[in-house]
């Protein structure tokens, strides 16, 4: 429904001197007339590992829903808007354990560290 935004300027998506309120505001705005079906959203997060001769991107996501409304005061920026596929709860609603088993940070951050283990092996 937004065309891949906020992408990589999620944290300025409301401006330059904004915060996660102002962006939370900003996508609730652009979402108002959405409906539920299609309200479907995903976090994405790359890492990269780059040095002499070596330059490796380590992927990770997690799927979910764009609510209507936030919900939940723990996390930080889009968290009171985002129910991740496999909750109940959003991610500023869930524990910091649960999110980082499923956040795609996580899920990054995991492949980067079974990459290092195989290469320092």
Do not use: Q
């Not at 479907?40 to 799927?63: I, K, N, Q, Y």
């Not at 496999?86 to 995991?110: D, P, Q, W, Y």
């Amino acid at each position: 429904a937004l065309g891949g935004r906020p992408g990589v300027i999620s944290a300025r998506y409301a401006g330059t001197d904004c915060d996660d309120e102002a962006n939370n505001d900003k996508v609730l705005e652009e979402m108002r007339e959405v409906p539920k079906e299609r309200r479907a959203c995903r976090f994405r997060c790359v890492l990269a590992l780059v040095g002499d001769g070596l330059e490796e991107t380590f992927s990770g996501s997690c799927g979910g829903l764009l609510l209507e409304e936030r919900r939940g005061t723990g996390g930080f920026g889009y968290d009171p808007l985002f129910l991740p596929d496999e909750s109940e709860s959003t991610f500023a609603e869930i524990s910091l354990e649960e999110k980082a088993r499923i956040s795609h940070r996580a899920r990054a951050l995991v492949k980067l560290v079974d990459w290092l283990g195989k290469e320092v092996a």
